[in-house]
């Protein structure tokens, strides 16, 4: 069993910043594809941001420019960089991850909102 955990959410205005982290803490074999979704009210799921355990990295389309995806292999964790936020980035941001190419796992999400 993998646990996922999300922080580094909160309140921020239009065009700051935040930084939000992943920590899968577990039964980890490998730790494969890890992903970045959020959920707005209302709204389907959305991938946000991919990054494959070498590193390569890829973004939605309303993200890229502004969102970085990173990991760090030997703490199994993975860090979202997000600028210049807009409002429509508001919502629950979750994790996933694919554990030793098979298993795959969810953390509970933080919530970002991104108001003035």
């Known amino acids: 069993q993998v646990r996922l955990v999300e922080s580094g959410g909160g309140l921020v205005q239009p065009g700051g910043s935040l930084n939000l982290s992943c920590a899968a803490s577990?039964?980890?074999?490998?730790?494969?594809?890890m992903r970045w979704y959020r959920q707005a009210p209302g709204k389907q799921r959305e991938l946000v941001a991919t990054?494959?355990?070498?590193?390569?990295?890829d973004y939605a389309d309303s993200v890229k420019g502004r969102f970085t995806i990173s990991r760090d292999n030997a703490k199994n964790t993975v860090y979202l960089q997000m600028n210049n936020l807009k409002p429509e980035d508001t919502g629950v941001y979750l994790c996933?991850?694919?554990?030793?190419?098979?298993?795959?796992?969810w953390g509970q999400g933080t919530q970002v909102t991104v108001s003035s």
């Open positions: 577990g039964d980890i074999v490998y730790l494969g594809t």
């Open positions: 996933y991850a694919i554990e030793n190419y098979l298993l795959t796992y």
């Open positions: 990054i494959s355990h070498a590193g390569s990295a």
